[in-house]
């Protein structure tokens, strides 16, 4: 299971850290990523982090978003600054489980993020 937060309304330039829970003992093996879709487009990954730690950003976001995890507390983070009102988008946090499935096969409800 997992279950995001941290959502909410912020003005340009402004910051929010969307958090995720996750449910499992071996997270510290999955591998995971953020992603966001707006109403009629698709899905983009926004950030990934490998169960070796390495991590991808879509260029949209390079140098502003940083993607972590902390095992210790089975919790997914997405530090989002200098945020854009183009940022808006209902954000979900995604899993692979086991890392090597070739498609992200658990996601949370999602969490809203606005920027005006």
């Known amino acids: 299971q997992l279950v995001e937060s941290g959502g909410g309304s912020v003005r340009a330039g402004g910051s929010l850290r969307l958090s995720c829970d996750v449910s499992?003992?071996?997270?510290?093996?999955?591998?995971m990523g953020w992603f966001r879709q707006a109403p009629g487009k698709e899905r983009e990954a926004v950030a990934t982090?490998?169960?070796?730690?390495?991590?991808t950003y879509a260029d949209s976001v390079k140098g502003r978003f940083t993607i972590s995890k902390d095992n210790a507390k089975n919790t997914l983070y997405l530090e989002m600054n200098s945020l854009k009102p183009e940022d808006t988008n209902m954000y979900y946090c995604?899993?692979?489980?086991?890392?090597?499935?070739?498609?992200?096969?658990?996601w949370g409800q999602g969490t809203q993020v606005t920027v005006s």
């Open positions: 499992g003992s071996t997270y510290s093996r999955y591998c």
């Open positions: 995604a899993a692979r489980i086991p890392c090597w499935y070739p498609r992200y096969n658990y």
């Open positions: 982090i490998g169960n070796d730690g390495r991590t």
